[in-house]
Nanobody, 122 residues
Framework: VQLQASGGGLVQAGGSLRVSCAAS???????LGWFRQAPGKDREFVAAINWNGGRTDYADSVTGRFAISRDNTKNTLYLQMNSLKHEDTAIYYC?????????????????WGQGTLVTVSS
């Protein structure tokens, strides 16, 4: 499985951005997640979605502003980010959890994309 994140860029605070993650290989039964890493900080959980999109989970810091979704026909994961804040600035990584659980623990994710940089100007 290979993951390719894209869609990052520079956006003003309060704006919106959608990042995508194209996946190759079989995704059936797998959960997908987004994590982010700001300069000088550890990688942190952002959102996760189970294999059929029926269950999602969000970090408290993004609840109500971000929305995770997946299109299994296109093997693509999305993260719609609204009302962006300067503190959302980070490299955003997509990841695949073969167990299908979609936990907040990054150790359960076996495959990772290369990341896409999101910069929010204040």
């Amino acid at each position: 499985v290979q993951l390719q994140a894209s869609g990052g860029g520079l956006v003003q605070a309060g704006g919106s951005l959608r990042v995508s993650c194209a996946a190759s290989g079989r995704l059936f039964g797998c959960a997908l997640g987004w994590f982010r890493q700001a300069p000088g900080k550890d990688r942190e959980f952002v959102a996760a979605i189970n294999w059929n999109g029926g269950r999602t989970d969000y970090a408290d810091s993004v609840t109500g502003r971000f929305a995770i979704s997946r299109d299994n026909t296109k093997n693509t994961l999305y993260l719609q980010m609204n009302s962006l804040k300067h503190e959302d600035t980070a490299i955003y990584y997509c990841a695949l959890d073969p167990s299908g659980l979609g936990s907040r623990n990054l150790l359960t994710y076996k495959y990772w994309g290369q990341g896409t940089l999101v910069t929010v100007s204040s």
